[in-house]
Structure formats: structure tokens, C-alpha cells
């Protein structure tokens, strides 16, 4: 063994000799350092970005599975609790296969102010290298991933208003081409290249949504109440109790879907910086005081806060702070906060008996007026010193972003923001459904109904007390 | 032999069972039950809605004892029991014409 040993040191040293001498002459020009160094900081910039991008994603996913499919799941009755959960999942699956095909392009190509392009179908030219027009520091498939992951929650969002009542095959049938003719486009008006409504990329009507409170929430919303409207009520309902079948099922969800949104909305400054740390303490504040406010409504109305109240008040402010996350100061997310739970809550409550729609999980209530109040409040909080967006073309110094800041304006660019949401998303879910329905039909048979989903739609049952 | 069925809140659980085999009851079944009698129920709250829930949990013990202890085993029940508000329960007596072990086919009162 020793002679071995030797003579393998003996030929490392005559190995590595040359270089050692070769590097003791040309000491590196003092450019040359600065050039290596600017490098490696750029590096570690870079690396620094990415970790957290690639965990916001992972955390975005957490939001729909098992978050809002255990907070959806435990609102439905017991017959319908793994059809319910199964639609949040097949978004998981048909959504990622779909977005690498051809949504991502359409969402985030080089295209019209409506749409992208084709140029990015089959993720062509989603490289490893960073796109500087979304963020210079990540791999562009890591923006890619991370902006799939809210292309799948939003659809799961709308499976709220058609619960329990709705086939499997037409809802993932809806859902596909939803994400096509309503996401896909929303998406890339506020977010993509060249976008209408893109205030980063200086679009013709710069809304301010910071992580996704039209792109996401009204458009989930708004298509829920449309799907609510176009399919009719639950068998029974309001007359038979529909209540749900484990608040503790939906309480774990909900918890999840907080913590997730610290992806959806910290992530969304795509990079580790000073700004993720804004968007991620508003989001924590605008949580908190929304389920305060709920909370505290029922307690005044009731005499008794729920906790139900309280999870489903968390998240109306985690929707409402969605927009605004990466805008406004602290106390502002808290006035939001409260504003969103107090005006949800009398949504849900109030103005849903009124009109007697049966949106089964509020999907409505939450999101679409969620999304649309904190489109609104975002216009008015909006801060330059958090986030200076507006920038004189000459001077580069920051314009004023919000109304309290005197830029009136701004309320007039979310209004159109919302506008056209709400717009995209009646008319695509409308001629959607229309499709479907005469196609392969929306609605299971009312002994399907009745049976429960879970046993005729996929021939299981969530809770087998007998074995 | 009687049968002793006796409904009572799910809460006085432990404190019959103990006052019963204080008393030298050796066996005894026990059911979740939900039911009401003139208690009736509550009220839930979901998201604004009201829900009438008038079936509230109960547990139901069943046993059959010789006839010289049915007063002993309905006084330790009804005095373990007792609130002495609404919703406390009931006990209802039958007369069992035989009771046969499955072990051994023994029969009458000392099968119990």
C-alpha cells in the first residue's frame, strides 16, 4: 500500500508544480479584480434571488394543495369532501401541463397589449438565463415556475361557486379553456411585455397589482359569481342545511394559505429584497386585521365570533392585501385589513341572501370583492417611498404613486384595472359555460346530487367509518 | 330481570359508570347517541347562516340487572346524573324474559 501511496504524491506534485510556477509572475490588474469581483457579487446576488424565488414558488403551491383544498374541503358536506378537494388537484396537474404547452406564452410572450405571443410555446426560449424585462437576477424558468403556480390557484379559487353540484368532466373542461381565454390574457395585460395594464413596463393604463388582486382574485371571483348565476342553486338550498362538514379541515387550510401567501406576495417582488420584506409585512399585517374585523362583525351581530369568521376574515384581507403587498406602508395594510373584513363579511352575510345567489363557498364574496376593494384601496394607499413605480422621464425622480400622495389619478387606473377584470371574466366564463353546457353538460343528475359527488363522480368515499 | 336503558349527557359519563359499579353492576353497553326530548337544540352560525341543530350528542347505557338491584342501579344513576337542568335525560325499564351467556349457554340471571 505505502509505495502506492508515494508515488501517487509523487506525480500530484510534479502534476500541480507547472501552475504554481506559472501563476507567481502576472499579479491581476486592479480592473481585472474590480471585473471578478462585480462578478461574483452579481453571483451571489443572483443565487440569493433565486433560493427565495424557488421556495415563493413552492409555497404558492402549498396554496392550492393542500391549503385551499383542505379550506374548500371542509366547507362542502361529507359526501362531496374528495370531489371538492380533487378539483383544487386537477388544477395542479392540468394547469402545469397546459402552462408549459402554451399559456406561459400566451401569458408572458412578446405579443399584442391583449395577449402573448406564440414565440414561448413548448417553453421555447425559457432558458436558465434571466429575462431583465421580469427580473435580471433569476433563471427565466424560475419566473416561469413560479408565475404557474398562480395560474393554478386561480382556477381552484372559482371551483368555490360550483361546488358540489358541478361534473367533473365540465369542470375541467371550463377550467382548461378559462385558463386560456380569461387568465392567459388578464395576465398578460398586467404583467406581461408590452401589457395594457402594466405599470413596470409602461402600459397605456398603469394599474398597480402587485401580486395578482385583478389577475387573480377578480378574475376568480367575478367568474365564480357567473358560475353561480349560470349553473343555479345546490338541490334544496337555502331551504336544507348545507353546513359544513369539518370547520377544522378548513381551518388547517386556511392557516396554510396564509403562510403560502407569504410566497404569493413577497415572491412577487421576484427577488430577496428590501421590497419582499414590505410585501411580506403587509401581507401579515393586512391578514390579522381582516380576521379581527370579521371576527368582530359576528361578535357584534351574533354575539359569538367564529372561527370560522375569523379564518374566512384572513383570508378576504390576504386577498385584499394581495395588490397592494409590495405598494403601501404597514399601518396602511392594517386600514385595508380592516376595510376588507368588515365589507366581505357583509358580502358574504348580507348581500348574498339578498340576491339569493348560491355562490356554496363564497368564492365570490371573498375573492371578487376581496380583489375588487383592494384594487381600490391600493390606488389610494399606494406609496412612492415604499415603492417609487412612477418616475419622471427626465429626472427619474419618483412621482407620486397613490392618492394620499395627491396622484388622484391613480384611482382612475385600478377602476379601469377592474373594469376590465370584471369585464374579461363575465364574458369569457359566460360563452365558456355556454360551450360546455351544450357540449357534455354542466351539472351532475339530481340523484348524483343527492348521492354526493364523491361516490358518482369518482366511485370513492372521503370518510369510511365502518373499517 | 330488568333491562335499565338510561340516556344522559355525554359529560356524566364517567361519574355513572363509577356510581354503577360501586354498586356491583358487572357489565354494561354504552352508545353515542344523538337525540333530543323537550331540550330540543341550538342555533350554529356558518358564514351568516343559521342552522337549527336539534339533535344533540348523548351517550346511551343499556343493561340488564337481577330485580332485586333495579332500584339501587336507577337511584346511582339518576343521582350521578342530575344537573338538574334541562336535557339531563331519561331511564326507561323493561322486564327481560331470559339472557343466555354465549359461552357456556348458561341461562336466567346468573348469565348476567
Not at chain 1, 87 to 97: D, N, P, R, T
Not at chain 1, 264 to 290: R, Y
Not at chain 1, 354 to 371: E, K, P, Q, T
Request: charged share 15%.
Amino acid at each position: 500500500m505505502r509505495p502506492h501511496i508515494l508515488r501517487l504524491l509523487l506525480a500530484l506534485t510534479l502534476c500541480c508544480s507547472p501552475v504554481v510556477f506559472a501563476q507567481t509572475p502576472a499579479a491581476p490588474s486592479p480592473s481585472d479584480r474590480i471585473t471578478k469581483l462585480e462578478s461574483q457579487v452579481a453571483q451571489a446576488q443572483s443565487s440569493a434571488d433565486n433560493a427565495w424565488m424557488l421556495t415563493s414558488a413552492a409555497l404558492v403551491l402549498m396554496m392550492t394543495g393542500p391549503g385551499l383544498a383542505l379550506f374548500y374541503g371542509g366547507l362542502v358536506r361529507k359526501k362531496n369532501v374528495l370531489s371538492t378537494m380533487m378539483q383544487s388537484f386537477a388544477m395542479m396537474a392540468i394547469i402545469s401541463v397546459l402552462w408549459a404547452l402554451t399559456n406561459y406564452s400566451l401569458a408572458f410572450g412578446q405579443g399584442t397589449s391583449f395577449i402573448g405571443g406564440l414565440h414561448n410555446v413548448f417553453l421555447r426560449g425559457v432558458g436558465l438565463t434571466p429575462d431583465p424585462d421580469y427580473s435580471a437576477t433569476i433563471p427565466l424558468q424560475t419566473f416561469m415556475i413560479y408565475q404557474l403556480m398562480f395560474a393554478i390557484i386561480t382556477p381552484a379559487l372559482v371551483t368555490g361557486a360550483f361546488a358540489e353540484r358541478m361534473k367533473f368532466s365540465a369542470m375541467a373542461l371550463f377550467l382548461t379553456l378559462w385558463s386560456i381565454i380569461v387568465y392567459s390574457p388578464m395576465a398578460h395585460m398586467v404583467w406581461g411585455k408590452g401589457g395594457l395594464l402594466n405599470a413596470s413596463l409602461g402600459g397605456r393604463f398603469p394599474c398597480l397589482d402587485f401580486a395578482g388582486g385583478t389577475v387573480v382574485h377578480v378574475t376568480s371571483g367575478v367568474s365564480a359569481l357567473v358560475c353561480a348565476l349560470y349553473l343555479g342553486k345546490r338541490l334544496g338550498y337555502p331551504k336544507e342545511p348545507t353546513p359544513p362538514h369539518s370547520v377544522v379541515l378548513s381551518f388547517i387550510g386556511a392557516c396554510l394559505l396564509w403562510v403560502g401567501w407569504f410566497g404569493f406576495n413577497a415572491g412577487s417582488a421576484l427577488g430577496s429584497s428590501p421590497l419582499a420584506t414590505s410585501a411580506f409585512v403587509n401581507t401579515h399585517f393586512g391578514a390579522a386585521a381582516a380576521a379581527l374585523s370579521w371576527a368582530l362583525a359576528e361578535w357584534i351581530r351574533n354575539g359569538k365570533p367564529s372561527a370560522l369568521g375569523a379564518i374566512s376574515g384572513s383570508v378576504a384581507g390576504l386577498v385584499a392585501i394581495t395588490p397592494a403587498a409590495g405598494f403601501v406602508q404597514p399601518m396602511s395594510a392594517i386600514v385595508i385589513g380592516l376595510i376588507a373584513g368588515f365589507f366581505c363579511y357583509f358580502m358574504v352575510v348580507k348581500v348574498k341572501s339578498w340576491f339569493g345567489y348560491d355562490d356554496s363557498l363564497d368564492a365570490f364574496g371573498v375573492h371578487g370583492a376581496g380583489g375588487t376593494i383592494g384594487a381600490i384601496l391600493t390606488g389610494i394607499f399606494a406609496s412612492s417611498v415604499i415603492n417609487p413605480i412612477f418616475k419622471d422621464t427626465r429626472t427619474g425622480a419618483a412621482l407620486p404613486s397613490g392618492v394620499i400622495e395627491g396622484n388622484w389619478h391613480q384611482v382612475f387606473n385600478q377602476l379601469i384595472g377592474v373594469a376590465i377584470a370584471w369585464t374579461i371574466s363575465i364574458v369569457g366564463t359566460l360563452i365558456l359555460l355556454k360551450i360546455v353546457d351544450l357540449t357534455i353538460g354542466l351539472r351532475v343528475s339530481s340523484e348524483n346530487e343527492i348521492e354526493g359527488l364523491d361516490l358518482t363522480q369518482h366511485g370513492e368515499e372521503g370518510y369510511d367509518y365502518a373499517s | 330481570m330488568q333491562k335499565i336503558e338510561a340516556v344522559i349527557q355525554p359529560s356524566k359519563l364517567d361519574a355513572v359508570k363509577d356510581a354503577l359499579v360501586e354498586i356491583g353492576i358487572e357489565g354494561m353497553t354504552i352508545l353515542e347517541a344523538r337525540g333530543h326530548g323537550r331540550q330540543k337544540g341550538h342555533t350554529e352560525f356558518y358564514r351568516g347562516r343559521e342552522y337549527t341543530v336539534d339533535l344533540l350528542p348523548k351517550i346511551k347505557l343499556e343493561m340488564v340487572v337481577p330485580d332485586e338491584l333495579v332500584d339501587k342501579a336507577v337511584h346511582a344513576i339518576s343521582s350521578s346524573a342530575r344537573t338538574g337542568k334541562i336535557g339531563d335525560g331519561k331511564i326507561f325499564l323493561s322486564k327481560i324474559d331470559d339472557a343466555i351467556r354465549i359461552r357456556n349457554d348458561e341461562r336466567g340471571p346468573s348469565a348476567l
